[in-house]
């Protein structure tokens, strides 16, 4: 069974930085790409940024120039470094790992972690 653990959100002022992991446990074989999401209030789950098998990085166009997706060497670990961070960065942020095989023979499955809130005040 595959968990992904978010944690790093919290409050802070428009302006400032956050940095949030996301901890990635159990037996993967392969996976398609590891990805940030948030939601608003309101507002529909959106992508904020990918990073690939290969390391290949994707961001939202907001976010671009502000965010930086990594991940540690052993790839156990993703993070999203936010910085410049403003209002409309808050919602919850979710870690998304896609396709994941677990099994020689077992289907591809998405999982996603619980959520961690960031919450940007003006």
């Known amino acids: 069974q595959v968990q992904l653990v978010e944690s790093g959100g919290g409050l802070v002022q428009a302006g400032g930085s956050l940095r949030l992991s996301c901890a990635v446990s159990?037996?993967?074989?392969?996976?398609?790409?590891m990805a940030w999401y948030r939601q608003a209030p309101g507002k529909e789950r959106e992508m904020v940024a990918i990073?690939?098998?290969?390391?290949?990085?994707t961001y939202l166009e907001s976010v671009k120039g502000r965010f930086t997706i990594s991940r540690d060497n052993a790839k156990t670990t993703v993070y999203l470094q936010m910085n410049s961070l403003e209002p409309e960065d808050t919602g919850v942020y979710y870690c998304?790992?896609?396709?994941?095989?677990?099994?020689?023979?077992?289907?591809?499955?998405?999982?996603w972690g619980q959520g961690t809130q960031v919450t940007v005040s003006s």
């Open positions: 159990g037996t993967i074989i392969a996976m398609n790409y």
């Open positions: 990073i690939t098998d290969y390391g290949s990085t």
């Open positions: 998304h790992a896609n396709k994941v095989i677990t099994t020689a023979t077992g289907p591809p499955i998405n999982y």
